[in-house]
């Protein structure tokens, strides 16, 4: 997960600042700072009680993937390191129902794998579709426990 906020931070965000500033020594030493705050950062996300590790997720989340709309990553995105963190400690970041599709990314399973959860009662449907948020990072949650 390192690697990828790491990355992430390098191309979203030093790399276009890097161009803005014609290629500035600074740069250098910021990207010093970013890569050793990186696993500061991802150990809060990880292990951190759950404010923090909330907290640190919410501001990598809204710096990382700003924009005008919700946060809408593709699916792919939640099979990540950091997809997978932020499924476990906060499900979907801004959203309170999220799609079969998307449920089913955030668990690893397939579509119909989450109708058949929904269907059994074993993850709560969102009386305006989909299932809840909460539901898919408590499953993880669950999951999380079986397997330790």
Do not use: C
């Not at 910021?30 to 951190?48: D, F, I, K, P």
Request: proline fraction near 5%; charge should be neutral.
């Amino acid at each position: 997960m390192v690697e990828q906020l790491t990355r992430l931070i390098d191309v979203r965000l030093l790399d276009p600042l890097e161009i803005l500033v014609d290629g500035h020594d600074a740069i250098g030493s910021l990207r010093a700072v970013v890569h050793e705050n990186a696993r500061t950062l991802a150990t809060t996300m990880v292990g951190g009680d759950d404010r923090a590790a909330y907290g640190a997720i919410i501001r990598a989340i809204s710096t990382l993937y700003p924009g005008d709309g919700p946060f809408d990553p593709p699916l792919d995105w939640w099979r990540s390191p950091l997809g997978q963190v932020v499924a476990r400690r906060v499900g979907h970041p801004t959203a309170e129902a999220v799609s079969y599709a998307v449920a089913g990314a955030m668990l690893g399973i397939t579509r119909q794998g989450v109708h058949d959860l929904a269907s059994r009662g074993k993850l709560a449907r969102h009386p305006e579709g989909g299932v809840r948020s909460a539901a898919v990072r408590d499953r993880l949650l669950q999951e999380g426990t079986r397997r330790a």
